[in-house]
Nanobody, 114 residues
Framework: QVQFVESGGGLVQAGGSLRLSCAAS????????IGWYRQAPGKQRELVAWVGSGGGTNYADSVKGRFTISRDNAKRTVYLQMNTLKPGDTAVYYCNGLPHYSPWGQGTQVTVSS
């Protein structure tokens, strides 16, 4: 049974930091590319960072230089370190594979105040 459980969100002031975690089960985790996605109110879900099975990382231009994705295959967990947060980063954050699995997790809310 596929399951993604995200945690670590919260309310933070602009310029602050948060670290998100995502525990995955029911998928061959170590061989999958895993990504962090986000969905802001009224907007489509977008991919913001992803990490390949070999550890290579990629980022959307909007978060490059501020966010860092990493993975721990032994713990079947992916992390997203978010620094220098901006109000535009406010969204529900999800993790999933690339391509994504069903169902999605519940996500974790990140709110950045100005």
């Amino acid at each position: 049974q596929v399951q993604f459980v995200e945690s670590g969100g919260g309310l933070v002031q602009a310029g602050g930091s948060l670290r998100l975690s995502c525990a995955a089960s029911g998928i061959p985790f170590s061989i999958n590319t895993i990504g962090w996605y986000r969905q802001a109110p009224g907007k489509q879900r977008e991919l913001v960072a992803w990490v390949g099975s070999g550890g290579g990382t990629n980022y959307a231009d909007s978060v490059k230089g501020r966010f860092t994705i990493s993975r721990d295959n032994a713990k079947r967990t992916v992390y997203l370190q978010m620094n220098t947060l901006k109000p535009g980063d406010t969204a529900v954050y999800y993790c999933n594979g690339l391509p994504h699995y069903s169902p999605w997790g519940q996500g974790t809310q990140v709110t950045v105040s100005s």
